[in-house]
């Protein structure tokens, strides 16, 4: 398995579209048997999404993320799990232990320049 965060200094980034790096853990038998940080390759929203196709993620953690993302992330058998936040390390622990608290409904929207969250995007 396969399970990508959103990263930024060792925490989950908080904004899926502005996202510049992702850490990918490679999970055997329900333990973290590695991990790498990857970069955007210079993308941003949407074609993010290719990047998790092309590790061939399983699962993806992140804090907000926008409508049409969330979509393209979930049509291609990826689990989302967004509403995320704190040392990226421990969140994916938290997940392999069946305790991860993550928000279904945590979105980001952009428009222009104007930012609006349903949670913190800082």
């Known amino acids: 398995m396969k399970i990508a965060v959103t990263y930024e200094d060792g925490q989950v980034f908080q904004h899926f579209g502005r996202t510049q790096e992702f850490k990918v853990y490679d999970v055997e038998d329900g333990k973290v048997v590695s991990s790498r940080v990857i970069g955007n390759e210079g993308l941003s929203h949407g074609a993010l999404g290719e990047i998790l196709m092309r590790e061939k993620v399983d699962v993806f953690i992140c804090g907000g993320i926008g409508g049409g993302a969330r979509q393209m992330i979930v049509s291609r058998g990826i689990e989302l799990l967004p509403g995320v ?38």
């Open 85 to 122: 936040s704190g040392d990226a390390d421990a969140v994916v622990s938290d997940y392999l232990a069946g305790k991860l608290d993550y928000d279904p409904e945590a979105s980001c929207h952009e428009h222009g320049e104007h930012h609006n969250c349903s949670h913190s995007c800082h």
